[in-house]
């Protein structure tokens, strides 16, 4: 398929269901920008996923990403959605998170919200 049957298909899903959620602005004006934008580097299936996820996000903006999904894989029978795990190992090692304290000791003290520290003559 190429870049416009993507754009297409996908708009024709996500307006189907923002009209029937009453979104009738996002259908006019916001969901074709961002579909013509990441309709040229994503797959159908990820657009779809995207925009349906913005639909739901637009009528409860509390929710997680783990009731977007829930929700997603409800609605539409064999749909799955991966769950990408993201250990931020790096920026919680000890050495990171010395060097963080250190640095927050050091500047702690200092008033950068006056003028003169940030005057520098």
Known sequence: ??????????????MAIALDKGLLLHV????????????????????????????LLDNDPQLFSVDIMKSLTKQFEGFTIKKPLFEPEIRNSPENMETRFEWFMKWKNFNLGSYKELCFH
Not at 35 to 55: Q, R
């Open 1 to 14: 398929m190429n870049v416009a049957m993507n754009v297409a298909m996908a708009m024709a899903m996500a």
């Open 28 to 55: 006019m004006l916001i969901y074709p920008v961002i579909f013509v934008l990441i309709s040229t580097l994503l797959s159908l299936t990820t657009c779809i996923t995207l925009m349906l996820g913005w639909v």
